[in-house]
Nanobody, 121 residues
C-alpha cells in the first residue's frame, strides 16, 4: 500500500561523505514525520535523525554537526547528508515514516528495506 525505498548507500573512506535518499510511494495522502535509523552488526537499531513535515529536526548526539536531514514534501522524499563519516557509522540505514495518512484515511507506520553504509578506516 505504501512503500519506502532507500538509495545512496555504499563504501566510503573515513572522512568522506554520502547522501542517502528515501522515496515514499503508494496510496499516500500525507506523510508527517520521517526519519532515519541505523543498525550496526550485533547492535540494536538506533535513531539517527528525524524531521517533521514542517522541517523541525532532531539528531542523535553521535551525528550532530556531521549529518543533515532534509525533505521534499512534494516528492515524498527524505534525505540524509552524511559528512565526516567514521568507521563507527558503518550500519544498515533504514528510512521510517511512523504516521503516513493513506487514501483509506488510516495511519500506517512504514519502514524501508535498508541501505548499507560501510566506512573504511
Amino acid at each position: 500500500q505504501v512503500q519506502l525505498v532507500e538509495s545512496g548507500g555504499g563504501l566510503v573512506q573515513a572522512g568522506g561523505s554520502l547522501r542517502l535518499s528515501c522515496v515514499a510511494s503508494g496510496s499516500i495522502v500525507r506523510i508527517n514525520t520521517m526519519g532515519w535509523y541505523r543498525q550496526a552488526p550485533g547492535k540494536q537499531r538506533e535513531l539517527v535523525a528525524v524531521i517533521t513535515r514542517g522541517s523541525n529536526t532532531n539528531y542523535a548526539d553521535s551525528v550532530k554537526g556531521r549529518f543533515t536531514i532534509s525533505r521534499d514534501n512534494a516528492k515524498n522524499t527524505v534525505y540524509l547528508q552524511m559528512n565526516s563519516l567514521k568507521p563507527d557509522d558503518t550500519a544498515v540505514y533504514y528510512c521510517n515514516a511512523p504516521d503516513v495518512l493513506t487514501l483509506t484515511m488510516t495511519y500506517l507506520e512504514v519502514w524501508g528495506q535498508g541501505t548499507l553504509v560501510t566506512v573504511s578506516s
